[in-house]
């Protein structure tokens, strides 16, 4: 149950995304920097239990996982926990490293998800899906996108949110950070499961998490509860060892479960 919006700029890119979860899960753990293998440098928040779901690393690459609940298909017995796939994955500096990453995992025992990076030098944002049966990817366009999961209701939740970003884009010809937590607070249609700041009485959106990437450096932003209503801890920086291309923006794209064609790679 999460919302992931990107957007591009002209030298980076902005990230955002609501971790929707359920109220009894103990709440995750405030972001740190990292020094992975190598000593490459890492910003992510994470869980008790030492995974994650988003993270950006010192090349500005950034991966953020949400649950695929439209695959009904789970692991018998004990599963590997999907926030291992983004801890593992992060030091990625490439699309061609993070697959060589992914078809490492133990992902016979992960349950189905949808793993979005972004890598700034590259121009390229790649959505990784894993159904329990096939590790597939899209390349998505390089221009703002959002991806939308829900364990209430997934194509529901797809189709009211997904039409509260496109109708918010177009209102305005600025969308910078602003933008987008104001989109990440917003009630629309209502206050409830169909929300982006998602409110159920067993579950609501826990958190925000904010990645911005410029030439020079990465910043990482958290909220430590619902948007609409908590405070964002101090952002901390992360000093980039490449620097990214200038990126162009274009237009809005809303990516969702339906109808998209993936390459399927054998694991």
């Known amino acids: ?13 902005v990230l955002g995304m609501n971790r929707d979860e359920k109220l009894s899960r103990a709440s995750g753990l ?10 490459r440098g890492i910003l992510s928040p994470s869980e008790p239990g030492g995974g994650t779901w988003i993270g950006v690393n010192d090349v500005g690459v950034t991966l953020a996982l949400i649950n695929w609940y439209a695959i009904p298909s789970r692991v018998m017995g004990e599963a590997w926990s999907r926030g291992w796939v983004v801890r593992d994955a992060l030091p990625s500096d490439s ?48 221009r703002a996108g959002t991806w939308i999961s829900s364990g209430f209701d997934e194509p529901g939740a797809q189709r009211a949110r997904g039409s509260v970003f496109e109708a918010r884009w177009r209102r305005t010809s600025s969308h910078g950070a602003d933008w987008l937590r104001r989109l990440h607070r917003s009630h629309r249609p209502e206050r409830g499961p169909y929300s982006v700041c998602m409110h159920r009485d067993d579950a609501a959106t826990v958190s925000y998490t904010e990645v911005t990437v410029s030439r020079r450096e990465a910043t990482l932003a958290y909220t430590p509860g619902a948007p609409c209503c908590t ?27 339906q109808g998209v064609r993936a390459k399927r790679i054998p694991v």
């Open 231 to 257: 405070p964002s801890l101090p952002a901390i920086h992360l000093p980039l060892r490449a620097v990214p291309a200038g990126l162009r923006t274009q237009g809005p794209a809303v990516s969702i479960a």
């Open 30 to 39: 405030p972001p740190q920097e990292i020094t992975h293998r190598g000593g």
């Open 1 to 13: 149950m999460c919302t992931v919006t990107f957007i591009a700029r002209r030298s980076g890119y």
């Open 95 to 142: 699309a061609a490293a993070l697959g060589a990453v992914l078809r490492r995992l133990p992902l016979a025992r992960v349950n189905p998800f949808r793993l979005i990076a972004v890598f700034p030098v590259e121009r390229a944002v790649v959505e990784w899906r894993w159904d329990r049966r096939e590790l597939g990817s899209c390349d998505r366009p390089w």
